[in-house]
């Protein structure tokens, strides 16, 4: 039995939570709402983690991080939040998002607001894409709450797969799940019939680090487009920081303390208990009830814990932990429109752009060898279109992202990549480049300076791919909140169900800990720290 020594002085809470990114807001919050006494930790000097915005450009708002969040609106863990009474306002760009098979493709396929001007865009290139995009938004209307709550839920989930149940009958059920764990390239030529269709579903799916021809990259695109015709990629007035803002000021209505500037150097604990956390200046706070960490898996079992606490085959299995690939981002301030060739991403708040779908894979093949991609595929932010407040009237604050392959993180690499993003959109948006007015690089070592969850300039808390998710993310047979730590819960990306800005994985700690906790909790924490030990030790 290991314990930590007795700490000079500091505060008590029912919780501490570590981090205040927008998981780290959202358990805060849940527990607070449910009478706790919270404390939430965060060591940048203002809260939001990868949900922050800033002028860069004097006159232009920039997204730092994150940009637009179909999740938010989607996910559970934000339902009941009522954020807009917290200042939070809703801002849509006309068309959704648009991808264009090449620099000369002057008719983009897009997604519009309204499914039927949607599917006559596409009926214009294959009148059968026009009806199975009719169909799949149907379907998607039965299914999609049902598969939304199966994904954001505690895993394994209980109600998603009952609604599923009560909605289809068995044979409908299996088509289903073939359905969903085909590989992107599988199940794109499985509806679509032209191009245009193909690459409209395919850009999503490339959201995630999941190579099309892998299991559950065809999930990532259904999901992804589906929210994109179902709610639109909305994005919040003023800034990503608008979202962070009305967060913290829910927080705050609910009782939670938040303490900025004050990084956690460990956390406590009293055997294989989890007593409070240490921060930098060797101030203690003592948690009552519970320890949350919105922090990556890593740094949670290698950085704030004592070794000598960690089970043996946790460690072990850490040494396989897959971080997803590193981001290069360039944020832009245009002096005017952008002069696409295609008329029709004019309107688009997203729009992706450099590979069709065997340049696609092209593209994955380099990241999988080394090879810094000579022809990358980005994700290009166009946010004025999208929210007329971030920038003068007839400019554009817009921002590009694109990968480098895993370990490839230094600067000149960064820089090189970052120039051919440049090239790609000149070459779909001629004189693009000359009216770029203000120009920033965000290198993989930026990311990871400006908030240590984006370990290497990874965003999404570790690899999406099947072997890092569900039951196995982030190591097998931790698929929960739960840690070997008695009251320590997970409360990060690096928790199922993994990446993305939709609150689940804080939410998921919340509820772990509420349920977890008094007379009544007894029994499942015996029960979860026997299955936890089981499959660590």
């Not at 060591?43 to 997204?63: F, I």
């Not at 085959?313 to 060739?341: C, N, Q, T």
Request: proline fraction near 7%.
């Amino acid at each position: 039995m290991t314990t930590t020594p007795r700490p000079r002085s500091g505060t008590v809470s029912d919780a501490v939570v570590i981090g205040a990114g927008h998981n780290g807001l959202v358990a805060a919050i849940r527990l607070a709402d449910a009478g706790w006494d919270v404390t939430l930790l965060e060591g940048q000097d203002t809260p939001g983690g990868a949900v922050r915005s800033a002028e860069l450009t004097p006159g232009y708002v920039t997204d730092l991080y994150s940009a637009f969040y179909p999740l938010v609106v989607a996910s559970p863990a934000f339902a009941g939040l009522d954020l807009e009474s917290h200042g939070l306002r809703w801002r849509h760009a006309p068309t959704v998002y648009g991808h264009p098979l090449s620099p000369d493709d002057t008719d983009a396929a897009v997604v519009l607001r309204d499914p039927a001007a949607t599917a006559a865009g596409l009926a214009a290139h294959d009148p059968r894409d026009g009806r199975t995009w009719i169909e799949l938004v149907e379907r998607w209307q039965t299914i999609g709450p049902a598969l939304l709550d199966t994904l954001f839920r505690p895993f394994p989930p209980v109600r998603g797969p009952v609604q599923l149940l009560r909605a289809l009958d068995a044979a409908d059920l299996l088509r289903l799940a073939r359905f969903l764990i085909l590989p992107a390239a599988r199940m794109v030529s499985e509806l679509f019939h032209s191009d245009h269709a193909r690459i409209l579903f395919l850009g999503n799916a490339m959201h995630a680090d999941i190579p099309l021809d892998a299991p559950g990259s065809g999930l990532m695109g259904l999901l992804l487009t589906m929210l994109a015709q179902d709610g639109g990629f909305p994005v919040p007035e003023g800034g990503s920081g608008g979202l962070t803002d009305a967060l913290v000021a829910r927080a705050r209505a609910a009782g939670v303390e938040i303490v900025t500037s004050a990084p956690v150097e460990r956390i406590t604990t009293s055997g294989t208990r989890a007593t409070g956390v240490m921060t930098r200046d060797g101030r203690h706070r003592s948690a009552r009830r519970a320890v949350l960490a919105d922090v990556s898996a890593p740094a949670l079992y290698r950085r704030l814990l004592d070794p000598a606490v960690v089970p043996a085959r946790i460690a072990a299995d850490l040494d396989h932990f897959e971080w997803d690939m590193p981001v290069v981002k360039i944020d832009y301030a245009v002096g005017s429109a952008i002069p696409w060739r295609s008329a029709s991403l004019a309107g688009a708040g997203t729009v992706h752009l450099g590979a069709d779908q065997h340049e696609m894979v092209r593209w994955m093949a380099d990241l999988t060898t080394g090879e810094v991609p000579r022809h990358p595929f980005l994700l290009m932010g166009q946010m004025t279109t999208a929210d007329p407040t971030r920038s003068p009237a007839g400019t554009e604050s817009a921002w590009a992202y694109t990968h480098l392959p895993r370990g490839v993180v230094d600067d000149d690499s960064a820089l090189s990549l970052a120039a051919r993003v440049d090239e790609t959109i000149e070459a779909h948006a001629p004189g693009f480049l000359d009216a770029v007015v203000g120009r920033h690089v965000q290198t993989p070592a930026e990311l990871a300076a400006s908030d240590d969850n984006l370990e290497g300039g990874a965003v999404n808390g570790g690899t999406s791919q099947l072997h890092q998710q569900l039951v196995f993310r982030p190591t097998a047979g931790l698929g929960r909140p739960e840690t070997p730590i008695e009251r320590l819960y997970l409360a990060s990306a690096s928790a199922h169900p993994g990446g993305g800005v939709h609150g689940a994985c804080g939410n998921n700690a919340a509820l772990a800990a509420l349920r977890a906790d008094g007379l009544r909790g007894a029994p499942r924490r015996r029960l979860t720290r026997s299955l936890v030990r089981r499959f660590s030790t």
